[in-house]
């Protein structure tokens, strides 16, 4: 399996700017995390899709962000308009999504290294 | 509130020389405790889970082991390749989600 695919890996933009980063889940997960990633905050979940539908979106740190899964391959994660804080390491991560299972191990993708200037 | 604490935050051992990564919780009810390895630029990626008090589980020359209170990642006879920085994290019963320490990160020097 290509595992958790998630693009740019690389992304520089400035102050205002609109910024998406896209991930793709592994084939046949039925659940999605978005997490964000700093020195000071370590791994902080944003939000969590489960059959494509948000289940949690608590950790979402303000209304500029937003995130979506149109379908069980693909979502999106967007801020609008994106302001120098959010500079951080964006990591999407995928488990099967069972339901009634006991736990389930996430599989994260490579990340996306968001810099705004 | 769940909790999750590693020590020591860095650990720098020479190669061969076999120490431990602790990983301390508190959380209402433990469904499972998770072991990751992250490199530099790159995600987490997964070592292994333990479910219960006294499990122990192995992968080459590391081993994990589980207590009520704590987790351990024992490494024996390091390389230079298992340099990385290692995260523990918890999901209790009550929660889906997983509970991250800030990790330890261990450099073993040849």
Same mark, same amino acid.
């Given at each position: 399996d290509a %595992?958790?695919?998630?693009s ?11 910024v *998406? &980063?896209?991930c793709? =889940? ?9 997490y964000?990633?700093t020195m000071?905050r ?8 489960n059959n ?6 608590? %950790? ?10 149109p379908?069980?391959s693909?979502? *999106? &994660?967007?801020?609008q =308009?994106s ?5 951080a390491?964006?990591?999407c991560?995928s488990?099967?999504g069972?339901?009634?299972a006991l ?5 994260f ?9 | 509130?769940d909790?999750?604490t ?12 076999s120490?431990?990564l ?9 469904r ?18 333990l ?14 082991t ?5 987790s ?7 390389k230079?390749?298992?340099s ?13 989600q ?12 040849p």
């Open positions: %595992g958790v695919i998630q740019p890996r690389h992304e520089v933009t400035e102050m205002g700017q609109e *998406t &980063l896209r793709k =889940p592994i084939s046949g997960h039925n659940s999605l995390f978005w964000r990633q000071m370590g791994l902080e979940l944003l939000i969590y899709f494509n539908v948000p289940i949690d979106d608590s %950790g979402m740190p303000e209304d500029r962000f937003s995130a979506k899964m379908n069980a693909f979502s *999106t &994660l967007k801020i =308009p302001e120098p804080r959010d500079s390491v964006y990591f991560a488990s099967l069972l339901a009634g736990q389930e191990t996430q599989y993708g490579p990340g996306t290294r968001l810099l705004v200037l | 509130e909790q999750v590693q020590s020591p935050e860095a650990l720098r051992l020479q190669e061969g020389e120490s431990s602790n990983c301390s919780y508190t959380v209402s009810g433990l499972g405790l998770f072991w990751y390895r992250q490199d530099p630029g790159k995600g987490p990626e997964f070592l292994f889970t479910y219960s008090a006294g499990e122990e589980k192995e992968k080459e020359r590391l081993k994990a589980l207590t009520k209170k704590e351990f990642l024992h490494i024996t006879a390091p230079p390749e298992d990385a920085t290692y995260l523990c994290a918890v999901q209790g019963l009550s929660n889906y997983l509970i991250w320490g800030a990790g330890t990160k261990l450099i073993i020097k």
